[in-house]
């Protein structure tokens, strides 16, 4: 489609219209490149375009008519009530992840000093909402992806909350540290699953592990006894027919307390375990604090999963 030297409100979101692209999809792109609320959009159909936005409407079209999400079209979605940037890089961040953040919130008290951990975080979502909620924890985000996390270290920079940043594969990018709480939500979606088919504009290593799905959840959980302190939760997102296997594999990593909770369609959704404050764990609640210091930032190892 050529670009529109004269274009007016009414006469772009017609054009959207017959690229068969959603009309409040077009209002949001259209708000965005004008600079302007929706509300303004609804009293000024007869406004022309500046030749700038004109000339870049079709090409915003044509993006979102071919599947890709509106949230990478916008380079910006919304979640648990802050505005992250977002690129193709990291996925979109969903509404049912925001189940993970309520119940870190719950299970984090207010005092400070908590280290929490949140593995391949992506845009950073978990771990930002987190640090909002809780400005005394210290937070490390990790990613296996240098460019998703470069993506979340800018988001925590525009949106001034202060986390840590580690390149890594799961575990291995905390280093020697301990947490008292990790979140997670790998990459879970089954290799033959069909809906992956729709996903196709996000990274495929931050949705699939491959094979049956289960592959990052078991190395996160197998990983957790050695990363968490006693009486630390691991909290993790998963497919919604895996509760009942993710809740085995955590059981069998020594987790009690387990237990699954489900996201506003009704699905099992998010499962957590408490690693025992038991006997065998003496040895770290007598440690110093200073004996469990966060991981830095900048490992510089490479992994090949797990954005
Ligand atoms: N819930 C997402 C979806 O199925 C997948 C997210 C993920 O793999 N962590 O669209």
């Not at 924890?137 to 996390?149: I, N, S």
Request: hydrophobic fraction near 50%.
């Amino acid at each position: 489609m050529a670009p529109e030297a004269v274009l007016s409100v009414a006469q772009a979101l017609a054009r959207a219209r017959a690229c068969g692209v959603d009309r409040l999809d077009a209002m949001w792109i259209l708000c965005q490149l004008l600079g302007q609320p929706r509300a303004w959009l609804l009293a000024h159909d007869h406004d022309v375009l500046p030749a700038a936005a004109a000339s870049a409407w079709p090409t915003l079209l044509a993006r979102r008519a071919a599947g890709e999400p509106l949230a990478y079209v916008l380079g910006e979605w919304e979640f648990f009530g802050l505005n992250l940037r977002v690129t193709p890089k990291v996925l979109v961040p969903r509404p049912e992840t925001e189940l993970l953040v309520d119940w870190a919130l719950e299970v984090l008290d207010a005092g400070p000093g908590q280290q929490v951990i949140d593995l391949g975080t992506g845009s950073g979502a978990l771990a930002l909402a987190i640090r909002r909620a809780r400005p005394r924890v210290r937070m490390l985000a990790t990613d296996a992806c240098a460019q998703a996390l470069a993506v979340a270290a800018d988001n925590a920079r525009r949106l001034g909350l202060e986390v840590s940043f580690a390149l890594g594969d799961w575990w291995a990018a905390a280093g020697a540290a301990r947490f008292d709480l990790a979140v997670c939500n790998p990459p879970y979606v089954a290799a033959a699953d069909p809906h992956l088919a729709a996903l196709r504009h996000e990274p495929l290593a931050a949705l699939s592990p491959g094979g049956d799905g289960l592959g990052a959840l078991a190395q996160v959980i197998q990983g957790g006894p050695q990363h968490l302190l006693p009486g630390a939760w691991l909290l993790l997102e998963h497919g919604h027919d895996q509760a009942q296997r993710v809740s085995g594999l955590l059981a069998a990593a020594g987790f009690e307390a387990i237990s699954t909770r489900s996201d506003l369609a009704g699905l099992a959704r998010c499962t957590a375990g408490r690693r025992p404050a038991a006997a065998e764990c003496r040895l770290d609640t007598t440690a110093a604090p200073e004996s469990r210091p966060i991981a830095r930032p900048g490992d510089p190892k490479a992994a090949q999963t797990g954005a």
